[in-house]
């Protein structure tokens, strides 16, 4: 089984940060390509930010200048840095991993549950 745990969610006000943390364990062959999605209530789930094997990252447009992704691959974690939050970035925040369990499995999806971010106007 491949685990997802995000951490670091919570009530800001507007203009604070906050860093969120998503740390993979169990069997994990290689991870491919990591991702944090978010979804406000009532609306669609959002593909915030990618980061590949390599390092290349991609942002929403709605987040750009503001939030950084990045990755440990020696702790199997992923990290966002949100700056400069506004309280249209009030969500559930799910982290995505596209990864192997062995060398000869296909490359699966995994989820971890989320956490809340809120943000205070």
């Known amino acids: 089984q491949v685990q997802l745990v995000e951490s670091g969610g919570g009530l800001v006000q507007a203009g604070g940060s906050l860093r969120l943390s998503c740390a993979a364990s169990?069997?994990?062959?290689?991870?491919?390509?990591m991702a944090w999605y978010r979804q406000a209530p009532g609306k669609q789930r959002e593909l915030v930010a990618t980061?590949?094997?390599?390092?290349?990252?991609n942002y929403a447009d709605s987040v750009k200048g503001r939030f950084t992704i990045s990755r440990d691959n020696a702790k199997n974690t992923m990290y966002l840095q949100m700056n400069s939050l506004k309280p249209e970035d009030t969500g559930t925040y799910r982290c995505n991993l596209q990864g192997r369990r062995y060398s000869w499995a296909p490359i699966n999806n995994y989820w971890g549950q989320g956490t809340q971010v809120t943000v205070s106007s």
């Open positions: 980061i590949s094997s390599v390092d290349i990252a």
């Open positions: 169990g069997s994990i062959f290689s991870i491919d390509a």
